[in-house]
């Protein structure tokens, strides 16, 4: 079974960037999956950040337009999220995930890592 | 986006006695290939999510046969055939057909 472990600063403040890495192990990271982040909050329940590949291929929830950026490292079999121009609206449980999908379409999560918890104030 | 709506917001139920829980989608979650791309998730208390049921019903690796999922098109059910002390935490829908992702705001099961 998979493990996987998210970190990063606990406080973050408004208007600077949120930065994550996720550990993957038992597992490599180059096999045919997605890594993505998906985050929770009392206001906004389970919400989907976005996916990569280890290609370098992405995916991004357009709710977050142009503030998300996911990277992969495969040297260090480890995959990140940048979140920028935080706001208190981006304090969540943030969890990093992997994802499968179905041959001809579908994708969900099938591992979701323990959350990291991000607080955004001054 | 898909809109996913769960219901009840909560359930109480007695150990043994069966459990039924409810997921309606904004469009269908019908594939070409046949397949409907809906699934069930678990969080415990103080756990991440876990997946229980992929693609409308099949169950996930080491997840008891006491769960259940069904439905076609835009209406699913889950069902626990006899709720155990270990099913508690809050159930949550999500679609996987059409990005983004999406969840349904869940329903938290407690033990009578």
């Known amino acids: 079974q998979v493990q996987l472990q998210a970190s990063g600063p606990g406080l973050v403040k408004p208007s600077e960037t949120l930065s994550l890495t996720c550990d993957v192990s038992t597992d490599s990271i180059t096999t045919g999956y997605y890594w993505g982040w998906i985050r929770q909050s009392p206001g906004k329940g389970l919400e989907w950040i976005g996916s990569i590949y280890h290609s370098g291929s992405t995916y991004y929830n357009p709710s977050f337009k142009s503030r998300v950026s996911l990277s992969v490292d495969k040297s260090k079999s480890q995959f990140s999220l940048t979140l920028s121009s935080v706001t208190a609206a981006d304090t969540a449980i943030y969890y990093c995930?992997?994802?499968?999908?179905?041959?001809?379409?579908?994708?969900?999560?099938?591992?979701w890592g323990r959350g990291a918890q991000v607080t955004v104030s001054s | 986006d898909i809109i996913m709506t769960q219901t009840p917001l909560s359930l109480s139920v007695t150990p043994g006695q069966p459990a039924s829980i409810f997921c309606k989608s904004s469009?269908?979650?019908?594939?070409?290939?046949?397949?409907?791309?809906l699934y069930w998730y678990l969080q415990k208390p103080g756990q991440s999510p876990q997946l229980l049921i992929h693609e409308l019903s099949s169950r996930f690796s080491g997840v008891p046969d006491r769960f259940s999922g069904s439905g076609s098109g835009t209406d699913f059910t889950l069902e626990i055939s006899r709720v155990e002390a270990e099913d508690v935490g809050i159930y949550y829908c999500m679609q996987g057909l059409h990005l983004p992702l999406t969840f349904g705001g869940g329903t938290k099961v407690e033990i009578k």
């Open positions: 469009q269908s979650l019908l594939h070409s290939d046949g397949k409907t791309y």
């Open positions: 995930s992997r994802l499968d999908s179905g041959v001809y379409g579908g994708v969900y999560i099938d591992y």
